[in-house]
């Protein structure tokens, strides 16, 4: 799980970010970045903690009052200075950083290099960029129109924050099936994956619900849906303490992880799974489709609760697919020398993002 934050007004935006990606660090992460305006982008991003980005910040003197920060948990692209976000557009014009998994982004890069756009890594949120990129060049549209048209070409999910060089008055923000929360101040303006960044600074908020897209300037905010028509949101009032926030108004931090499994199976099959049509997409597994239709035998490696997970799928391939299935705890497996044949697929799951 990433966590994406970003502020415009008049305060220093670095100390903001970096404040509000530390409230973040809860939700697990492997590097972390931030974009600030001040006449250009200054990105700065680095593996590892937030500490290390704050360091760096603080040695380059990065300032400017308008910016947004980012904490990775790798899925496209493993951990690197170069795969963090922010990523910049080809000619530095704007950086934007992502939540969330985008299904279709190998055809979109196949499509996209056809045209003649370059990569240097190779995460999914590149390929977003480079997307947007791609409309607006060919349209001329202003960046969020560009940003809007580019989304309705994206199968998957995506919480999104976008800053320009080209308008230092302006964010870009929009979600689907990643949250992201637009606190109001005076003045001033804050975004963030949850409200931990922004309590203490504001209790008044706008909860933006899936395809929705907000602009936000220092005199105001206006929310659209992905098809262009303007809505007219309500401002909450935030009643929790930033602790109660991060457990998510639950007495500890179990009950909360509990009563969120409905929303995170949920989450994790946006982009997978189209009942409307019973097809099945899992990027990762799609070109061995054929080797696993095939299988004798499943082998699936696993500690902790990834081997009670584990435990839960053996159950399901052998009643639904009646195809044999053993569970191993993974670091007993590494000692053993296993007899294993033609016909069986070994499946490995990590125990966090980060592992």
Same mark, same amino acid.
Do not use: M
């Given at each position: 799980m990433c966590g994406i934050v970003g502020y415009i007004g008049s305060r220093q935006a670095s100390d903001i970010l970096i404040k509000g990606l530390e409230r973040l660090e809860y939700r697990g992460y492997d590097?972390?970045?931030?974009?600030? +305006?001040? @006449?250009?982008?200054? !990105?700065?991003?680095?593996?590892?903690?937030?500490?290390? #980005?704050?360091?760096?910040?603080?040695?380059?003197?990065?300032?400017?009052?308008?910016?947004i920060g980012h904490t990775r948990w790798a899925t496209h692209g493993f951990p690197s200075d170069v795969n963090a976000h922010p990523h910049a557009a080809s000619d530095d014009s704007f950086a934007l950083v992502h939540n969330g998994i985008i299904e279709n982004y190998s055809s979109l890069r196949e499509k996209l290099a056809a045209s003649g756009h370059s990569f240097e890594t190779q995460t999914d949120t590149e390929v977003l960029v480079r997307l947007i990129e791609d409309v607006r060049n060919r349209t001329g549209l202003s960046l969020d129109e560009a940003v809007r048209q580019?989304?309705?070409? +994206?199968? @998957?999910?995506?919480? !999104?924050a976008i800053v320009t060089k080209?308008?230092?008055? #302006?964010?870009?923000?929009?979600?689907?099936?990643?949250?992201?929360?637009?606190?109001?101040?005076?003045?001033?303006?804050f975004l963030g994956s949850d409200a931990a960044p922004l309590v203490e600074y504001t209790r008044k908020v706008v909860y933006l619900n899936d395809g929705e897209l907000v602009l936000i300037r220092r005199s105001g905010y206006e929310v659209r849906t992905i098809d262009n028509v303007v809505l007219d949101k309500q401002v909450h009032d935030l009643e929790w303490d930033l602790e109660q926030i991060e457990k998510g108004g639950y007495p500890h931090f179990m009950l909360k992880e509990i009563f969120e499994q409905p929303t995170a199976l949920e989450n994790a099959m946006r982009g997978r799974i189209y009942p409307e049509g019973n097809r099945v997409k899992l990027g990762g597994l799609i070109h061995e489709m054929d080797r696993i239709r095939d299988a004798k035998r499943i082998?699936?490696?696993?500690?902790?609760?990834?081997?009670?997970?584990?435990?839960?799928?053996?159950?399901?391939?052998?009643?639904?697919?009646?195809?044999?299935?053993?569970?191993?705890?993974?670091?007993e497996f590494r000692y053993r020398d296993p007899i294993l044949g033609e016909g069986d697929i070994v499946f490995v799951i990590s125990q966090s993002g980060e592992t």
């Open positions: 590097s972390a970045g931030v974009a600030v +305006v001040n @006449g250009r982008l200054e !990105i700065r991003k680095k593996k590892g903690k937030v500490e290390a #980005l704050r360091s760096l910040l603080e040695s380059d003197n990065v300032v400017g009052d308008i910016g580019a989304l309705t070409q +994206v199968v @998957g999910t995506y919480g !999104i080209d308008d230092p008055d #302006l964010i870009i923000a929009a979600r689907k099936g990643s949250p992201l929360i637009l606190g109001v101040g005076d003045g001033e303006f082998v699936i490696c696993a500690c902790g609760t990834s081997w009670h997970a584990a435990l839960v799928g053996e159950y399901l391939i052998e009643g639904l697919a009646r195809i044999n299935v053993e569970v191993e705890y993974a670091s």
